[in-house]
């Protein structure tokens, strides 16, 4: 089943659910800030999507600004820090399978649906 991260307040996560519901395909809708992912989950996403931590990271989030930044982090920390602070994961994630992308652009989404 496909699976969205999704931040109702972000245009370019509901960019990417109207993307999904366009596509008549069944998917599950994850509001990640509420439903905060695990550190296992966190780290199967990453591995998907076939990235590091810090690629995951919204670098100009205020809170990565002013506690994180310029700092010597390992990839523990970086994910760590996202599960601590979730609003620093970059969304929209859609994951099909064994497949994921970051919906920037959202166009990315169509890649795997």
């Not at 990235?51 to 809170?63: D, G, N, S």
């Not at 820090?81 to 929209?92: F, H, S």
Request: net charge positive; with cysteine.
């Amino acid at each position: 089943m496909i699976k969205i991260y999704h931040n109702p307040r972000c245009s370019k996560s509901r960019q990417g659910l109207e993307i999904l519901e366009n596509s008549k395909k069944e998917f599950k809708i994850v509001k990640y800030l509420e439903e905060i992912p695990s550190e296992k989950e966190l780290k199967e996403i990453i591995k998907l999507l076939g990235i590091t931590p810090i690629q995951l990271i919204r670098k100009t989030e205020k809170v990565w600004k002013e506690n994180y930044k310029g700092k010597e982090l390992s990839d523990d920390d970086i994910i760590k820090a996202m599960l601590e602070n979730p609003k620093l994961i970059e969304r929209p994630i859609v994951i099909n399978n064994n497949k994921a992308v970051i919906g920037r652009p959202p166009e990315n989404i169509s890649t795997i649906i």
